[in-house]
Every structure is written in C-alpha cells, then in structure tokens.
C-alpha cells in the first residue's frame, strides 16, 4: 500500500524514493510486524484464555508430563502471527504484484482452516478437531487458487517446469503434472509444519530459519543480476516476496517472545498450518520446491517418522518409536523439553544451511 502510495512521490522528495527499494520496504515490513506481535499478543493471550476455558485439549496417550506442564495454556496464537504478517505485508509490499496475493491466498485460507480445526477442539473438548479428508479438500481448494495466480504471473519459459538444486540451466518439464506436485509440496509443507508443532518454541524458529532463507532466496530469484552471477533461473517479480518474508519472521519473533519455555500460548493449528503452507507456495513462486526439502528437513523428518510409524504399526504390528512424531519418541526416552527443542533448533539451522549451499554450488 505505501509503496502505491508514495510512488507518484518521488519526484517531488528524494525520500519517497526508499519505497522502491525492497530492502528498504523488508526492513519496515519486519519491524512493522514485530511491533504488532510484541503489542497485541498479551491482550490476545488474555482474551483466549477467557474464552476457552481449559486451553487446548493435551492427548490422553501424550507424554504424561504434558498433563501437568501445558494444561490449561491457550492454544490458536498462532491469529496474531497471521494478523501481524499480513497486516505488515499489505502495508509494505507492491500490491499489484500476484505472486503476493497468492502467498497471502495460501496464509490466510490454511490459517482458516487451523482455526476451523482448534475451534471445534476447544469446544468439543477432545484432540480431533476437523476429519483429515475435510482438512484435505479445503487445502486443495485454496492451492488451486493460488497456483493459478502464481501460474498467470509465471514467465512461460518457466512455467510446469522443476528446478534441481546443485545443476545450472537445469529444468525439468513436468507439463500439467506440476499442478499436482504444487499441490503436494504446499499442502505436504503445511501438514509437516502442523507435525512438528509439539513442543514449546520446537516450530517457530524452524520456521524463522526457513524464512529467512527464502527471503534470501526470492531477493536473489527476482533480481536479473545475481540470478544470472549464481547461475539459478530469474524469476521476474519474485523480489516481492522478499517482504512477506520479513514479514513473518517479525511476527514471528514477536510470537517466539511468548510461546518461549514454559509457552503462555500456542499458536495451535491456527498458526502452523498457514506458516507451512505459506513455504511450500513460496518454494513454488521461486523454482526451490526441492530445495525446501532441505529447509524444511525438520519438518520432512516429523512428517516421514509419523508415516514410519503408522505404516510400521498397520504392516507388522509393531511401533518403531516409542511415539510419533519424533519429538515426542525423544519426550519418552526421558530428554527434557528444552533439550529436543534447542537441539532441533540447531538441526534446523544445519539443514538450513545446506540449503543455501545450493544457490553456489552448481
């Protein structure tokens, strides 16, 4: 909106020129929104603990410390992230740009569906919320409307096509099969995110770390001169995304302030089904689906030791964790709580790294 609004500006104040920069409008999009977070989270906190009266449902087949260390703590923080973000990316970013209101399609319909799922949980009292196949469906729906966008906004030399890491002018054509494979890689982002979610901070600096990378990555993708000195595929108004990302790690350091250990709230499905989501459409935007695989290994390491298990359990009988997701395997052998959480948080950072390895070598 500012950058609309200043634009027309410029020529009579050498100032209004800062908005045409992104580092300029990412810097303001990042304080914008931890500002928000750090503001309102308190007041919100106060408000879900009114109205839930319990907070959110602990699994009865949980770790049986979670009984006495979370009960009681209100869940669906996960508004302010969203409320911050968007709020903060609407104001800083080029509203004119698709690929944004994609990114924001995606963030605010899986946003509504975690809510959908932490409402009926909190109400009902119990840990089922929405069935998997409504969850499933409505995910569906939203990514369809934004790959469309995303497509229309595509140069055509780049659209069906894959990006492989580690190999320059490499671009696989998967013709209309990438309709299918966006589907999967946004979709299967946010359940992974919405996976890992189980212990205090344990996703949101996961995804701070992920964010920041592709922040890195959409500057670089949407700008002619270094995509073409690392020798990855330009992506013309992919810059703007740099934004959204600032975005959400403000808000999402914000949330971090008060979902720290012990956790005053949780951002519930709410939260980590949107900040999923919005990866996986971003990874889509700038040709780095597989590259977030390497991001997200967190996240693919939750997501694959829940499959293990559940697939492990229907073949043989036999669990091979103690319990699923893996977080929660460590929980049962006796680690503390901060201990996996920091832990993760360093293999995370470890694979993020790896994953910008792949913008150099080539």
């Not at 200043?6 to 209004?16: K, M, N, R, T, Y």
């Not at 500002?35 to 449902?57: C, E």
């Not at 992506?235 to 979902?259: D, K, Q, R, S």
């Not at 030791?305 to 460590?330: C, E, G, T």
Request: net charge positive; charged share 15%.
């Amino acid at each position: 909106m500012l950058y609309s609004l200043f634009l027309p500006l410029i020529d009579h104040s050498a100032f209004f020129n800062l908005f045409r920069y992104l580092t300029f409008r990412t810097g303001g999009a990042i304080l914008t929104a931890l500002v928000i977070s750090f503001m309102f989270t308190p007041a919100l906190i106060r408000w879900l603990k009114k109205k839930q009266n319990g907070g959110q449902p602990i699994r009865d087949d949980g770790p049986a410390s979670h009984v006495l260390t979370k009960k009681g703590t209100p869940t669906m923080g996960g508004l302010m992230i969203l409320l911050s973000t968007c709020l903060s990316t609407l104001l800083w970013a080029n509203l004119e740009n698709l690929f944004v209101w994609a990114i924001l399609i995606v963030t605010l319909g899986f946003g509504l569906i975690g809510f959908s799922d932490d409402y009926l949980k909190v109400t009902k009292r119990n840990t089922k919320g929405l069935s998997g196949k409504k969850k499933l469906a409505l995910q569906t729906f939203f990514t369809l409307i934004a790959i469309a966008l995303t497509h229309q906004a595509t140069d055509p030399s780049l659209q069906y096509k894959l990006s492989i890491p580690f190999f320059k002018d490499v671009l696989l054509d998967m013709g209309l099969f990438f309709f299918v494979f966006s589907i999967f890689v946004i979709v299967g982002a946010s359940n992974a995110v919405n996976l890992t979610d189980g212990l205090d901070g344990l996703a949101i600096v996961p995804v701070m770390i992920a964010a920041g990378c592709f922040l890195l990555i959409s500057y670089l993708t949407g700008n002619l001169v270094f995509a073409n000195y690392l020798k990855i595929h330009y992506v013309a108004g992919a810059g703007e995304v740099t934004v959204f990302c600032g975005a959400l790690i403000g808000a999402a350091l914000g949330f971090l302030w008060y979902n720290a250990p012990p956790a005053q709230v949780f951002m519930g499905d709410t939260g980590s089904l949107a900040l999923g989501g919005a990866l996986g459409i971003i990874s889509v935007i700038t040709k780095h689906e597989l590259v977030l695989a390497i991001i997200g290994g967190l996240f693919v390491m939750e997501a694959v030791s829940v499959m293990l298990q559940v697939a492990s359990f229907k073949l043989y009988k036999k669990r091979i964790f103690l319990m699923a997701p893996i977080h929660h395997h460590f929980e049962k052998k006796g680690w503390s709580e901060p201990t996996i959480v920091i832990r993760f948080w360093i293999i995370a950072l470890i694979l993020a790294l790896i994953g910008l390895a792949t913008l150099k070598i080539r």
